[in-house]
Each structure stands twice: as structure tokens, then as C-alpha cells.
């Protein structure tokens, strides 16, 4: 069980990095843009290892119809389409002639940017953790965060889900702590034993707070701890201590 839900997470993680397209430019309505630099290279992939098919040239006008990490794939108006570096997009303008901001795989788009989501693993009360955290900012500074996990105990394997909210201290640093806070659902399924096993399902509060670390284009690392608190029906509340650690990315 523990090895599939894994695959699972790296595969959407991966699915996410790659192939989803940056919100807002696969509508219905294009942007349009136009060439301010002498020309526009256009690949016929999302690389440089692409050759170059098409060139816009300055002052002529075409249309962005997706992202791909820091490629967009556009449409001239004479109908040729093709896809050109994020770099080579910075040098274009909007039609009321302000630049276009591309959100790049940089320390720039590190202090800024729309989404993220990472992978990882630790510990949960002493059980093995992995979880799959996926955030969307309010600001560069707080961050709307959700968290899907499993934990693999002796006596017991459990699924916790909690939201809640981050808040970055100094975004702009390459090393930059965060403070967080939310609610969320611990549900615990007991091993099977003598005594027929019976599920719990339980609100949880946390409080946490962490380090992000700037690695490279749209990757960072991520080291998070939190205390717990399940909110059961006995008299005593159980403080469940949490911590993890993993590979995230922005987009």
C-alpha cells in the first residue's frame, strides 16, 4: 500500500513540474503580445534542443496558448505555431505597450509566484511519513497550504489531511524560515489482532515552522516541523510531534 501511494505522489509531483500548463493562458482568449527585440526565435518544442521552425519579427503581434515550464507555446497571425524561451518572451510587450512579466524558474520567481507543491517524507509520532503538499499564495508572504499524508506505524497505519495557512518571513532570501498553522482530519486504521480493530477518525490542530532553501530554476528544499494535537473522544488529547523533509517546486 505504502509503495503504491508513493508512486502516486511522485508521479502527480512530476505531472505537475512538467505538463500543467500555467493557469490563465490556456483560455479561451489569448494573450496577445507583441516583438520588441529585432526578432523571436520559435522552436518546435519546448527546448532548446529544438530546432527553430518559425521568427516573429519586431513590431508583429502573436499569441500565447500555453506553458510549459519556462516555454510558452504561441500562434502568429499567420496561423504558424511554435514555442519560445521564457528569456526570449521578457522582451515582448503587452498591446498598451508594458512589458510582458514572465514568472521564471529563478530566484525572482522563488520570491514570487502563484503555486507550488513538493514531496515529503518523516515522521509522525514515530510512524514513517510521506506526504504530498500543495500551497497557493495569498501573497509572496502567506500561503493557502494543503497536506495529504500516510504514516505506517507498528500498530497502527493512518491518513491525515489538514489545510491551513504559511507564512514566509523574508521571501526574497535563499534561506528563508516559515511559520504555520491549521486544522485538518487524522484518520488511524489499526493492524489486525486478536481483538477486532476499530477506525478512528479525529480533528487535528497544528502549529509548525520550518526552512525553505532556493536550489535551482523552480526547486527548493523544504524542512518542516509540527506539534500536533488530536482532538479525541477520551478526556486526554493526544500531541503527536511531526517532522519532514523533501524536494518542493513552484509554477
Given at each position: 500500500?505504502?509503495?503504491?501511494?508513493?508512486?502516486?505522489?511522485?508521479?502527480?509531483?512530476?505531472?505537475?513540474?512538467?505538463?500543467?500548463?500555467?493557469?490563465?493562458?490556456?483560455?479561451a482568449e489569448?494573450?496577445?503580445?507583441?516583438?520588441?527585440?529585432?526578432?523571436?526565435?520559435?522552436?518546435?518544442g519546448p527546448?532548446?534542443?529544438?530546432?527553430?521552425?518559425?521568427?516573429?519579427?519586431?513590431?508583429?503581434?502573436?499569441?500565447?496558448?500555453?506553458?510549459?515550464?519556462?516555454?510558452?507555446?504561441?500562434?502568429?497571425?499567420?496561423?504558424?505555431?511554435?514555442?519560445?524561451?521564457?528569456?526570449?518572451?521578457?522582451?515582448?510587450?503587452?498591446?498598451?505597450?508594458?512589458?510582458?512579466?514572465?514568472?521564471?524558474?529563478?530566484?525572482?520567481?522563488?520570491?514570487?509566484?502563484?503555486?507550488?507543491?513538493?514531496?515529503?517524507?518523516?515522521?509522525?509520532?514515530?510512524?514513517?511519513?510521506?506526504?504530498?503538499?500543495?500551497?497557493?499564495?495569498?501573497?509572496?508572504?502567506?500561503?493557502?497550504?494543503?497536506?495529504?499524508?500516510?504514516?505506517?506505524?507498528?500498530?497502527?497505519?493512518?491518513?491525515?489531511?489538514?489545510?491551513?495557512?504559511?507564512?514566509?518571513?523574508?521571501?526574497?532570501?535563499?534561506?528563508?524560515?516559515?511559520?504555520?498553522?491549521?486544522?485538518?482530519?487524522?484518520?488511524?486504521?489499526?493492524?489486525?489482532?486478536?481483538?477486532?480493530?476499530?477506525?478512528?477518525?479525529?480533528?487535528?490542530g497544528y502549529?509548525?515552522?520550518?526552512?525553505?532553501?532556493?536550489?535551482?530554476?523552480?526547486?527548493?528544499?523544504?524542512?518542516?516541523?509540527?506539534?500536533?494535537?488530536?482532538?479525541?473522544?477520551?478526556?486526554?488529547?493526544?500531541?503527536?510531534?511531526?517532522?519532514?523533509?523533501?524536494?518542493?517546486?513552484?509554477?
Amino acid at each position: 500500500m505504502r509503495r503504491s501511494l508513493t508512486s502516486a505522489v511522485l508521479a502527480f509531483a512530476i505531472w505537475l513540474a512538467w505538463f500543467a500548463p500555467t493557469p490563465g493562458l490556456a483560455a479561451a482568449e489569448h494573450l496577445q503580445l507583441f516583438v520588441t527585440a529585432p526578432y523571436l526565435e520559435l522552436h518546435t518544442g519546448p527546448g532548446r534542443g529544438y530546432p527553430v521552425r518559425w521568427v516573429v519579427g519586431r513590431g508583429e503581434a502573436f499569441d500565447v496558448l500555453m506553458r510549459r515550464t519556462d516555454w510558452y507555446k504561441v500562434r502568429t497571425e499567420r496561423g504558424e505555431e511554435g514555442w519560445a524561451a521564457g528569456r526570449d518572451m521578457a522582451l515582448t510587450r503587452l498591446a498598451d505597450g508594458s512589458p510582458f512579466i514572465a514568472n521564471m524558474g529563478n530566484r525572482a520567481g522563488f520570491t514570487s509566484h502563484n503555486w507550488e507543491a513538493g514531496v515529503l517524507a518523516g515522521s509522525f509520532g514515530g510512524a514513517s511519513l510521506i506526504t504530498l503538499n500543495g500551497a497557493g499564495s495569498l501573497t509572496d508572504n502567506l500561503k493557502v497550504e494543503l497536506t495529504l499524508g500516510q504514516y505506517l506505524g507498528n500498530v497502527s497505519n493512518g491518513y491525515i489531511a489538514t489545510l491551513g495557512l504559511s507564512h514566509i518571513i523574508w521571501p526574497g532570501w535563499r534561506l528563508s524560515p516559515f511559520l504555520s498553522m491549521g486544522t485538518g482530519i487524522n484518520v488511524i486504521e489499526p493492524k489486525v489482532s486478536l481483538v477486532q480493530p476499530v477506525n478512528r477518525r479525529d480533528q487535528l490542530g497544528y502549529v509548525g515552522a520550518g526552512l525553505r532553501f532556493y536550489l535551482t530554476r523552480r526547486f527548493f528544499l523544504r524542512a518542516e516541523y509540527r506539534d500536533n494535537v488530536v482532538f479525541t473522544k477520551s478526556d486526554f488529547n493526544e500531541v503527536d510531534q511531526e517532522w519532514k523533509l523533501g524536494c518542493a517546486f513552484f509554477f
